[in-house]
Nanobody, 124 residues
Framework: EVRPVESGGGSVQAGESLTLSCTPG???????MSWFRQGPGKEREGVAW????????GVAASVEGRFTISHDSDRNILFLRMNSLRPEDTAMYYC??????????????????WGQGTQVTVSS
């Protein structure tokens, strides 16, 4: 069973970087893995997705050029490298997985497997 587990969150200053990790919790990589986030008082929004077999990715406009999603197929670990962090990036970050294609960030209801989240706090 796929049970994503995130790690790597923390508290940083604006402009700093963090890398989040997620293990899907089973031997085989789901076809699609993504990062979502939910800030205080906000709806959960998609951040980035990756098709694990090909490395194809997509990112939300709000993080394009700052965040990079990647997947280590040998270790089956999903990463989210976050550079130039801003206070508005403060949120709980969730890893999600889905076996169906094509990969995308919407609808978020397509993702059947979710982690518990890791908190990222960016102060100005």
């Amino acid at each position: 069973e796929v049970r994503p587990v995130e790690s790597g969150g923390g508290s940083v200053q604006a402009g700093e970087s963090l890398t989040l990790s997620c293990t899907p919790g089973e031997e085989y990589s789901p076809n699609c893995m993504s990062w979502f986030r939910q800030g205080p008082g906000k709806e959960r929004e998609g951040v980035a997705w990756i098709r694990t077999a090909t490395g194809d990715t997509g990112v939300a406009a709000s993080v394009e050029g700052r965040f990079t999603i990647s997947h280590d197929s040998d270790r089956n670990i999903l990463f989210l490298r976050m550079n130039s962090l801003r206070p508005e990036d403060t949120a709980m970050y969730y890893c999600a997985a889905d076996f169906r294609l094509p990969c995308s960030l919407s609808p978020k209801g397509r993702y059947n497997y979710w982690g518990q989240g890791t908190q990222v706090t960016v102060s100005s």
